[in-house]
């Protein structure tokens, strides 16, 4: 009979706390890359992609200065980018133990959340994160996402409002432009949201192949509905678009068109667009 051998057993809270805060993670990241992240309601299977070189290089830079929250943060979007979003809210919450004050810690981790359709904890993490700084764009933003979700349209259009002079760019400035209009829209302020449209909140200069920008131009009718999405499109500008455009439809009370948008936004296999996760949601209140 072979002996069995003991082994020690690593306290890697202990080592955490005084070496390098995302050891575990670092221990665990061979095998994160094929970890199921999220599994949707039709019982389909989303898994993360293996780090190309970002996430290595992110955990050497930690390792050098393990309580740097910058380059905390720096680790988790780099995992954030190969979408093993369980891996950086592993990340963020390790962050967290270090900077328990640090909104942005808050804004990333509420934001992985989201992604995970964790929405409940996404709403903590960001209202928490407002608290200590109510001007951080990301936290506007996301938070305004999650009100949408939630059905609270007027609360999520007062976020995107806070939220466009304080766009740190162009694209960021679209996004929250459109945001607000579909949440003005879904409150059922559809004047007033062609008026906010009209006063051209978003006029910095940006691509107009962007998903935001082409989903303004058609709520302006500058293209048509037809138009919208292309040949050549990615999975996640597609997901974008065709949920930009089911809403749009819903709006103006053709639900049929609506569903079959929604429906198009999750066949697009971009399951961590918001434009995807929006359509899981719609498609379930039009279950109810």
Not at 38 to 55: F, K, L, M, Q
Not at 203 to 224: C, E, H, K, Q, W
Not at 246 to 265: E, P, Q
Not at 271 to 287: K, N, P, Q, T
Request: charged content about 20%.
């Amino acid at each position: 009979m072979t002996p069995r051998l003991s082994l020690p057993v690593v306290n890697w809270r202990a080592v955490v706390l005084s070496l390098v805060c995302v050891v575990a993670v670092s221990g665990a990241a061979p095998l994160a890359a094929q970890q199921l992240e999220y599994r949707s309601p039709a019982g389909v299977e989303y898994r993360a992609r293996p780090d190309t070189g970002p996430i290595a290089r992110a955990r050497d830079a930690l390792a050098r200065e393990p309580r740097n929250v910058d380059l905390i943060i720096a680790l988790g979007v780099a995992q954030s980018g190969a979408l093993q979003f369980r891996e950086a809210v592993e990340t963020f919450t390790h962050g967290l133990a270090i900077a328990p004050g640090n909104a942005m810690l808050y804004r990333w981790r509420g934001h992985r959340h989201l992604s995970l359709r964790e929405f409940d904890k996404a709403l903590a993490d960001l209202t928490h994160g407002m608290a200590i700084d109510s001007t951080n764009y990301g936290i506007l933003f996301h938070l305004g996402i999650i009100r949408f979700i939630r059905g609270e349209f007027s609360a999520a259009a007062e976020l995107f409002r806070r939220a466009q002079p304080v766009a740190p760019n162009p694209g960021e400035l679209a996004g929250s432009t459109d945001w607000r209009w579909m949440s003005l829209a879904r409150a059922g302020r559809l004047t007033e949201a062609q008026t906010m449209l009209e006063q051209r909140p978003d006029s910095l200069p940006v691509d107009p192949n962007y998903g935001y920008a082409r989903r303004l131009a058609l709520y302006r009718g500058t293209i048509r509905p037809s138009e919208l999405i292309r040949d050549g499109d990615d999975e996640t500008t597609v997901a974008t678009l065709a949920y930009g455009l089911g809403n749009w439809n819903l709006v103006r009370g053709d639900t049929a068109a609506a569903r079959t948008m929604f429906k198009r936004s999750l066949a697009s296999g971009g399951w961590a667009a918001f434009g995807f996760i929006l359509s899981e949601v719609e498609l379930d209140r039009m279950r109810r």
